[in-house]
Nanobody, 121 residues
Framework: VQLQASGGGLVQAGGSLRLSCAAS????????MGWYRQGPGKQREAVAS???????DYADSVKGRFTISRDNAKKTVYLQMNSLKPEDADVYYC????????????????WGQGTQVTVSS
């Protein structure tokens, strides 16, 4: 089971980017999904999360600018980032609680690889 993130890049301040993160593998179901970010020398911080039922939560610093959504059929979570600021520049990571079915059901917490977001002022 793995998460593949994409969509990072370079954007001017005030611009927008859309991150995507697709899950693959022997997946039975996906519960909570979320996005985190981490800069050099900083702790990884939660940016946004979405439950299996679609309830969302955001860090105060991104409320009103970022929107998290998911497509359960595609096993994908998105992060629409608008009005980007230089302080939003970081490596963004997706995370998900994934239920896999082998001999038994097992809940895994899976991280995707990071995708770099750079915001020029």
């Amino acid at each position: 089971v793995q998460l593949q993130a994409s969509g990072g890049g370079l954007v001017q301040a005030g611009g927008s980017l859309r991150l995507s993160c697709a899950a693959s593998g022997r997946i039975f179901s996906i519960d909570d999904m979320g996005w985190y970010r981490q800069g050099p020398g900083k702790q990884r911080e939660a940016v946004a999360s979405i439950t299996g039922g679609g309830s969302t939560d955001y860090a105060d610093s991104v409320k009103g600018r970022f929107t998290i959504s998911r497509d359960n059929a595609k096993k994908t979570v998105y992060l629409q980032m608008n009005s980007l600021k230089p302080e939003d520049a970081d490596v963004y990571y997706c995370n998900a609680d994934i239920v896999v079915l082998g001999a038994t059901f097992e809940l895994l917490n899976v991280w995707g690889q990071g995708t770099q977001v750079t915001v020029s002022s």
